[in-house]
């Protein structure tokens, strides 16, 4: 079963039906977020306007047992350096500072512990 498509993929999908087999990766990137490391689900998924840290994680179905949830990497193109993330802040603390929201073309690495 195909999954479902969220309401800013299906609004795009018309745009990339046809779309000659030339289109660079990078174009097509910036409409999705990755996440890569400790998730059990990891890949490329829909970037929607608002989404944060934790929506990533739980779409990418959680953290491992073995995730470090204090050294999260975002990699952000228009940054030089990568953002240090510490999520344990956001799910034990509160900080809602902590749960960064994210951006088109971001990617996430979930470091193990």
């Known amino acids: 079963m195909a999954p479902s498509l969220d309401k800013r993929s299906a609004e795009l999908l018309p745009r990339l039906e046809g779309a000659p087999a030339s289109v660079p990766f990078a174009e097509l990137r910036r409409f999705c977020v990755a996440i890569f490391g400790e998730v059990t689900k990891p890949g490329h998924y ?3 306007d608002g ?3 934790s929506d990533l994680i739980q779409a990418a179905g959680g953290l491992t047992e073995n995730a470090n ?3 999260i990497k975002i990699k952000r193109v228009s940054l030089p350096k990568p953002i240090n993330a510490n999520l344990r802040a956001f799910y034990k603390d509160g900080q809602s500072e902590a749960n960064v929201v994210l951006s088109e073309g971001d990617t996430v690495i979930v470091n193990s512990s």
């Open 46 to 48: 829909p970037y929607r």
């Open 51 to 53: 989404l944060t840290l």
């Open 69 to 71: 949830e204090k050294k």
